[in-house]
């Protein structure tokens, strides 16, 4: 499993890398703040331990803007005992929140709940040799994994839920709008071509077939 460590404050950033790496864990430590959406987005790990004090961006906006595109796991870890901030960072998507200084046992048995919680088998989906992971926001062929964006992950899972069936444009949008991203038809067309594109990079160029006048299916 790989944790990234979101924390400015080098000396603690690299005892918490230790004492991760030594129970087992794959560990990075983000240094680029000014581009820290980015850098969680593009390496993509399975848990992000974020501090709320952090240069360029508050880690409570950071774990906001993070929510919009992915639903990687994170638990807070911050100096701040303040119950408002818990109930923020609860309430923008945090799956925990933790306070320094920490007991490093409490600390790994946190870590190992989300991530028992998180990746259960409830949130991977298969479909032929595709594995999906909701959870991180992506899937995976063999040793290949790709990340897509919130919209088309929601797309395809609503494809595979439905597999034996037509999965109707109407279907698909309501979809969307029920996760609170609103989308229109041409947004719509839009999203389905960027899944395409991707699946196709992936190895998978016919998957989604469209049914003129009724909508898509998976083939």
């Known amino acids: 499993m790989k944790i990234m460590i979101v924390e400015d404050d080098c000396s603690i950033a690299e005892e918490l890398k230790g004492l991760l790496l030594h129970n087992g864990y794959e560990v990075l430590i983000l240094r680029d703040f000014k581009n820290s959406l980015n850098e969680i987005v593009t390496n993509n790990p399975d848990l992000v331990l974020l501090d709320i004090n952090i240069p360029d961006i508050n880690g409570e906006v950071l774990l906001k803007n993070l929510r919009e595109v992915s639903s990687i796991p994170v638990i807070m870890v911050t100096s701040s005992n303040s119950e408002i901030d818990e109930a923020l960072s609860i309430s923008y998507g945090a799956d925990d929140f933790i306070t320094k200084p920490y007991n490093p046992t409490i600390l790994l048995l946190r870590i190992s709940a989300v991530l028992r919680r998180t990746l259960s088998s409830s949130h991977l989906l298969k479909y032929g040799d595709l594995i999906i992971n909701t959870h991180k926001g992506t899937i995976r062929h063999h040793d290949e994994e790709m990340i897509l964006t919130k919209n ?58 469209t049914r003129k006048g009724q909508g898509y299916i998976l083939s």
Not at 179 to 201: F, G, Q
């Open 152 to 209: 088309e992950m929601i797309i395809l899972t609503s494809l595979i839920n439905h597999a034996n069936r037509i999965v109707t444009r109407d279907e698909l949008m309501t979809e969307l709008w029920n996760s609170e991203e609103y989308i229109n038809d041409n947004a719509l067309t839009v999203n389905i071509s960027r899944l395409r594109s991707k699946l196709k990079d992936f190895g998978y160029e016919d998957l989604i077939t």
